[in-house]
Structure formats: structure tokens, C-alpha cells
Nanobody, 115 residues
Framework: EVQLVESGGGLVQPGGSLRLSCAAS????????MSWVRQAPGKGLEWVSQ????????RYADSVKGRFTISRDNAKRTMYLQMNNLKPEDTAVYYC????????WGQGTQVTVSS
């Protein structure tokens, strides 16, 4: 069974940092590109960042470019999202998913940026 489990969310002040993790099981993690997607309160899904299967190619939404860094450790079957200089508009539930025609999703982790 494919399972993705996000962790690392929480409450942080503007300008602060968080690192999200996405632990994968039930499939060959190193074969799949992975992405982070978020959903702010009352809004639709927003793609945040993507990384290829080997970790050598990354992409970012303009809204997070220069502040967020995606990475992965295939040996640990885990993907990360380092989030720096957080802003209130980054408040959302963050999901990780596999890239492909039938993506698998985690349950999400809440990130709240507020003073």
C-alpha cells in the first residue's frame, strides 16, 4: 500500500523557518518525481515545488522561489521542504504527492504563519 506521511508543520512567526518532511512507503520511492502542493484556507490547491526522481532537477512556484528549497534522500525514502522567510500567505495545509497520472497523496501537515 502506497503511503505518504507529512510532518514538520506548526505555528511560526513571519520571517521564521520550518522544514517539512514526507516519508514514503509501499512503492519504489527512487523511481518517482515528487511534489509539494498546498491549500490555503478557503482556496484551491496550489502547486509549490517539484523534484525529479534523482533529486537533480527542481522547480518552484514564483510565490516561493528563493525562500523554499525542495530536496530528497532516496536512501531514507523521504522528501523535504525547507521553508525560510515565511509569510502569512504561506499559511496552508501542505501535501506531498507523487508525480504521475495517478498521484498518491499524503494527509497533509498544517503550516500557520502568524504573529
Amino acid at each position: 500500500e502506497v503511503q505518504l506521511v507529512e510532518s514538520g508543520g506548526g505555528l511560526v512567526q513571519p520571517g521564521g523557518s520550518l522544514r517539512l518532511s514526507c516519508a514514503a512507503s509501499g512503492f519504489t520511492f527512487s523511481d518517482y518525481g515528487m511534489s509539494w502542493v498546498r491549500q490555503a484556507p478557503g482556496k484551491g490547491l496550489e502547486w509549490v515545488s517539484q523534484i525529479n526522481s534523482g533529486g537533480g532537477s527542481t522547480r518552484y512556484a514564483d510565490s516561493v522561489k528563493g525562500r523554499f528549497t525542495i530536496s530528497r534522500d532516496n536512501a531514507k525514502r523521504t522528501m523535504y521542504l525547507q521553508m525560510n522567510n515565511l509569510k502569512p500567505e504561506d499559511t496552508a495545509v501542505y501535501y506531498c504527492n507523487t508525480v504521475g497520472p495517478s498521484p498518491s497523496w499524503g494527509q497533509g501537515t498544517q503550516v500557520t504563519v502568524s504573529s
